[in-house]
Nanobody, 115 residues
């Protein structure tokens, strides 16, 4: 099993920045892919960004150029730097790990973009 603990959510004004972090209980070298998803009220959970063990990244079109996913291998942590935030980025953000064929989820962290 993989435990994931997210941190870094909060309230920010439009145009502001936040950095989310996801700490994994396993060595992230052994995790095939880690990603961030988000779910707004009444909507489905969608992929925001993903990074694989070889460093390949994928982003939702709505966040390209604004969000950056990265790994800190020594800390077993994956981060999501979010810049130029918009009200439509408001959601609960979840970290996910694909490990040995199973998906593991964190508990989620709220991001609210509002003036």
């Amino acid at each position: 099993q993989v435990q994931l603990v997210e941190s870094g959510g909060g309230l920010v004004q439009p145009g502001g920045s936040l950095r989310l972090s996801c700490a994994a209980s396993e060595n992230i070298f052994s995790i095939y892919a880690m990603g961030w998803y988000r779910q707004a009220p009444g909507k489905q959970r969608d992929l925001v960004a993903q990074i694989t063990s070889d460093g390949s990244t994928k982003y939702a079109d709505s966040v390209k150029g604004r969000f950056t996913i990265s790994r800190e291998n020594a800390k077993n942590t994956v981060s999501l730097q979010m810049n130029s935030l918009k009200p439509e980025d408001t959601a609960v953000y979840y970290c996910k790990a694909l490990f040995r064929g199973y998906n593991y989820w964190g508990q989620g962290t709220q991001v609210t973009v509002s003036s």
